[in-house]
């Protein structure tokens, strides 16, 4: 069975960085595409940023400049996102996703930006 475990969340003072990592396991194929989602409080599921396996990566516009997407490419099926200069407005549950014949999503974590 695939999961995917996120970790690396948190409190942040608005400037600061986090990076966030999320690594597959029971997984013996390469996913097509990785990457991160997030979901604030009231508001719906949205597309942070998506790496696909020919490193095609796109972003939202929110989060462009700030923050970066990587896959690692010693470890199979494990990305990054490096984020930095947050803002409050990055306050969310974020949740890692991968393509692979189905869409997995891992349980999420926290991360808080403060003012």
């Known amino acids: 069975q695939v999961q995917l475990v996120e970790s690396g969340g948190g409190l942040v003072q608005a400037g600061g960085s986090l990076r966030l990592s999320c690594a597959a396991s029971?997984?013996?194929?390469?996913?097509?595409?990785m990457g991160w989602y997030r979901q604030a409080p009231g508001k719906q599921r949205e597309l942070v940023a998506i790496?696909?396996?020919?490193?095609?990566?796109?972003y939202a516009d929110s989060v462009k400049g700030r923050f970066t997407i990587s896959r690692d490419n010693n470890i199979k099926n494990t990305v990054y996102l490096q984020m930095n200069t947050m803002l409050p407005a990055d306050t969310a549950v974020y949740y890692c996703?991968?393509?692979?014949?189905?869409?997995?999503w891992g349980q999420g974590t926290q991360v808080t930006v403060s003012s």
């Open positions: 029971g997984s013996i194929f390469s996913f097509n595409a």
């Open positions: 996703y991968a393509l692979g014949g189905r869409v997995y």
């Open positions: 790496i696909s396996s020919g490193s095609n990566i796109n």
